[in-house]
């Protein structure tokens, strides 16, 4: 082997630690970038070439590759426990919001109401010619209407807020689509040309890791090696550089719980359009199943218990007399169906007039009768509501119940999936994660291997300025 070959094992030498400074350096500086994945420079030793027999020596290091140091399968759970975290997440927003409409620590709430209301029909059933526990007849029913107008409208508020974050996150959805095809582009332009595209890499993971947290999604590789991201129940996102849209719209109810006006979910890949109904899992999901199925549920009941309220004190009090002898006067505005009976539960016109209205006889020209007003205070302990096995307390109740159980059990969920989450990027950072300490470690090690080589060639350049001098 001649000198200058002795200078180029140097000169590979060099190259190769200076390869894992840089690597290393690049390292430490992304130390703290969320979705990084510690780098390694690949060597391999260049064997003999044209040299024979026992004598036959080596020619340097090849700097194979850069490789990027990624567990996909791991990436995949931590993806999975994300999306779940945040549907949790979601869905905790919005039960908080939910049970602060149903909060009666503050003040009267609705089951204080309808109890005073029943109450002063009591009194009334005590004196039913005072004219002042009328008044106070019509004002505590007026408190009872505006509070169930108030529950119901502040529930709505709540599924306008949820309408408003679908936007927005299905808005987000087609940036990361769209961003996820560009990528698959780029990183299939640099493998082309034979440069690493480690970083485009990272970056295109951790696009899917937030695309993850928005819906349930299934996604591979292809034989090029481009994502492909399919939406599960729904068909494909992003197919190579082909990616799919996502819009919403304001559309009629459906059987599936969605209510008049609310957003409907539409999505290019779908041959109808309408996909609502089969997202599932994430922010989205977990959003469009709190619209329709949990808040549902609260508005159909409390409608369910305004109609009930409604109907029944009017079907005793149109059985009674007035004070001026008129019977059949309705106590509330006559509801045709349950839906939206919270929102339209309202006093009756002739209440409304004059408190002379309110019957409180059985029979005509009886001052002194009080049948109807202790008939209507009777129906606060009759079994009227969920089918003959409840009170409209207890079914009150039970609404306000169901909404602090729903949302306990949701924040036991929460905890359980933050924890699951925090081991599982434990679990990565031990296989992707940079350690500062062994990046520096690797510096010395890489700059000692760089002063070394840089030694070899100065020696060959020694020996080769001796040879030249020799005369």
Do not use: C, W
């Amino acid at each position: 082997m001649g000198l200058p070959n002795v200078m180029q094992i140097g000169r590979s030498g060099m190259n190769a630690a200076k390869a894992g400074i840089a690597t290393s350096g690049h390292n430490i500086a992304n130390a703290n970038t969320e979705g990084f994945s510690r780098q390694r420079v690949e060597i391999s030793a260049q064997g003999p070439v044209g040299s024979k027999g026992k004598g036959a020596m080596g020619q340097g290091v090849n700097i194979s590759r850069v490789s990027r140091l990624n567990d996909e399968y791991i990436d995949k759970q931590v993806r999975a426990a994300g999306r779940d975290l945040a549907a949790g997440e979601e869905r905790d927003l919005v039960l908080k919001q939910t049970e602060d409409v149903f909060n009666e620590m503050g003040g009267e709430g609705l089951n204080r109401l309808m109890s005073h209301f029943f109450n002063e029909f009591r009194k009334l059933s005590n004196e039913p010619e005072n004219e002042a526990i009328r008044q106070s007849v019509r004002e505590s029913t007026q408190a009872v209407v505006n509070d169930f107008k108030r529950l119901r409208g502040e529930v709505e508020s709540v599924r306008e807020h949820i309408d408003s974050r679908i936007e927005g996150h299905a808005k987000e959805v087609n940036l990361l689509a769209g961003e996820v095809k560009d990528l698959n582009i780029k990183i299939k332009t640099m493998e082309i040309n034979g440069t690493p595209a480690n970083d485009l890499m990272d970056r295109r993971d951790q696009i899917l890791k937030d695309l993850s947290t928005k819906m349930d999604l299934n996604t591979h590789k292809d034989a090029e090696g481009n994502y492909v991201i399919d939406i599960k129940g729904v068909g494909p996102l992003v197919v190579g550089s082909e990616v799919q849209n996502f819009n919403v719209q304001r559309t009629a109810g459906d059987e599936n719980g969605k209510k008049e006006g609310s957003l409907d979910v539409m999505s290019s890949a779908s041959a109808n359009g309408v996909v609502t109904h089969q997202i599932k899992g994430g922010k989205i999901g977990a959003l469009l199943d709190t619209r329709d199925k949990t808040l549902t549920g609260v508005l159909d009941r409390l409608d369910d218990l305004a109609y009930s309220l409604a109907d029944s004190v009017n079907q005793i009090h149109e059985m009674g007399f007035t004070r001026d002898g008129r019977q059949g006067v309705s106590f509330f505005t006559k509801l045709n169906q349950k839906e939206r009976a919270a929102e339209f539960i309202d006093l009756s016109d002739s209440i409304k007039s004059s408190v002379n209205a309110i019957a409180t006889a059985a029979l005509p020209d009886s001052p002194g009768d009080n049948r109807i007003a202790v008939a209507v205070s009777g129906l606060q302990n009759l079994q009227l509501m969920n089918g003959g096995k409840a009170s409209m307390d207890d079914f009150y109740n039970s609404i306000v119940s169901d909404i602090g159980v729903t949302t306990a059990h949701n924040k036991e969920n929460l905890t359980q999936q933050k924890d699951i989450l925090t081991q599982l990027n434990k679990m990565r950072d031990q296989v992707s994660g940079v350690s500062i300490d062994e990046e520096t470690t690797n510096l010395m090690q890489f700059q000692h291997s760089f002063d070394a080589s840089a030694k070899v060639i100065q020696v060959a350049d020694d020996l080769l300025k001796t040879v030249l001098n020799m005369r």
